[in-house]
């Protein structure tokens, strides 16, 4: 079984440090978003790119499977007042979202967590627009303090080869920081 993270570690995803090695901002900014467009973070967490995202796009679904990673950003939501914000509850291999409904999905440091990659893939997939991106974000396969064990991250090959199996296409590779790699897909087929 492939280890999830710890909703009771949910702290270290709000520390001011992991900013240093992981910047929405700079993430953000690489994505080409659009004040039209539709995102879903799967994985949302906390909300670390949730939030930043709701700041460029019209509409955020935030997506998780851990009910109190939801509720702390639901509680940021409230306080902080954003509106165009959507909290949802998700399964491990499903997105409780319509058909052809979403411009561009994002999971950061997610995807070597998903049991059922395939699974998710398939819903990534129906829950895109025709032209729409999926974004992955991850742990690059090196020994390091922190993140996930080394035997449990995947290297950028094996994420573009998987992708690609799966009806997505690489459109192109960048670093998203020192420890993280992002790889941004499009869909070849729908």
């Known amino acids: ?89 998700s399964g491990e291999s499903s997105i409780p979202l319509s058909d052809i409904s979403v411009d561009i999905i994002v999971m950061a440091n997610v995807f070597h967590e998903l049991e059922d990659r395939f699974s998710m893939l398939k819903e990534v997939n129906r829950v895109l627009k025709k032209n729409g991106r999926l974004i992955i974000i991850d742990w690059k396969k090196m020994e390091m303090d922190f993140g996930p064990p080394l035997q449990e991250r995947l290297d950028e090959k094996e994420v573009i080869d998987t992708c690609s199996e799966n009806g997505f296409t690489i459109v192109e590779k960048l670093n998203a920081g020192p420890y993280n790699y992002l790889l941004i897909f499009d869909i070849y087929f729908k």
């Open 1 to 89: 079984m492939v280890h999830k993270f710890d909703a009771k570690k949910a702290g270290i995803l709000d520390d001011p440090e992991r900013v240093k090695f992981l910047d929405p901002a700079s993430i953000l900014e690489k994505l080409d978003l659009k004040e039209d467009m539709v995102l879903a973070d799967l994985g949302c967490g906390t909300g670390f790119l949730s939030i930043p995202a709701a700041m460029r796009v019209k509409k955020v679904f935030s997506l998780d499977i851990q009910e109190k990673m939801l509720d702390i950003l639901k509680e940021k939501i409230k306080t902080e007042r954003i509106t165009n914000i959507e909290v949802l509850h």
